[in-house]
T-cell receptor, first 114, second 115 residues
């Protein structure tokens, strides 16, 4: 089946540092989404990307939709303790019978030390 | 708060039993999705409904079924439960459920424990 490779698997950083994580796919996606999940909670949408090459910011978060449509990255600037959590990328296929189905990456566990 | 509600929050049951998980989508959303999250498999798409009709199927076991009712709420039925079915089950909703620009918002999940 489809694979989304998300890296790194985990990150341990100091408060104030910048963070970068990315996802690559074997297939083309027409949408890339980035979610954050706290333990025992549902994923919360951070950024949605709908066009190849699109660069979108949400506060300290910036994400880009790769021009090949097979990759995306998420940057977090000036990290703070509440950034702790698991970050997931998710992609949605371009048409066919996939409709709205999302394929998720394995997640990046972020730990921020004060 | 995403606007998607799920009940119950926690469910503990025994092997061989049947349970029903419920989801109410955000106001105005016509499409509902069910996902399973386990430690070894991550977040996996199970099934999608749009306006009462099944739209897409993922890795959903035959022991599992779902439906979406006229008021757009959805139920996921899990039967003949096995230990390996223990997981977090999430519902998500979106406006159109198409492959175009359409964002999915997730509920808080139901944690199922099968003993």
């Amino acid at each position: 089946g489809q694979q989304l490779n998300q890296s790194p698997q985990s990150m341990f950083i100091q408060e104030g540092e910048d963070v970068s994580m990315n996802c690559t796919s074997s297939s083309i996606f027409n949408t890339w989404l980035w979610y954050k999940q706290d333990p025992g909670e549902g994923p919360v949408l951070l950024i949605a990307l709908y066009k190849a090459g699109e660069l979108t910011s949400n506060g300290r978060l910036t994400a880009q939709f790769g021009i090949t449509r097979k990759d995306s990255f998420l940057n977090i600037s000036a990290s703070i303790p509440s950034d702790v959590g698991i970050y997931f990328c998710a992609g949605r296929n371009a048409g066919g019978t996939s409709y709205g189905k999302l394929t998720f990456g394995q997640g990046t566990i972020l730990t921020v030390h004060p | 708060d995403s606007g998607v509600t799920q009940t119950p929050k926690h469910l503990i049951t025994a092997t061989g039993q049947r349970v029903t998980l419920r989801c109410s989508p955000r106001s105005g959303d016509l499409s509902v999705y069910w996902y399973q999250q386990s430690l070894d498999q991550g977040l996996q798409f199970l099934i999608q409904y749009y306006n009462g009709e099944e739209r897409a199927k993922g890795n959903i076991l035959e022991r599992f079924s779902a439906q979406q009712f006229p008021d757009l709420h959805s139920e996921l039925n899990l039967s003949s439960l096995e230990l390996g079915d223990s997981a977090l089950y999430f519902c998500a909703s979106s406006v159109t459920g198409t492959s175009g620009p359409d964002t999915q918002y997730f509920g808080p999940g139901t944690r199922l424990t099968v003993l």
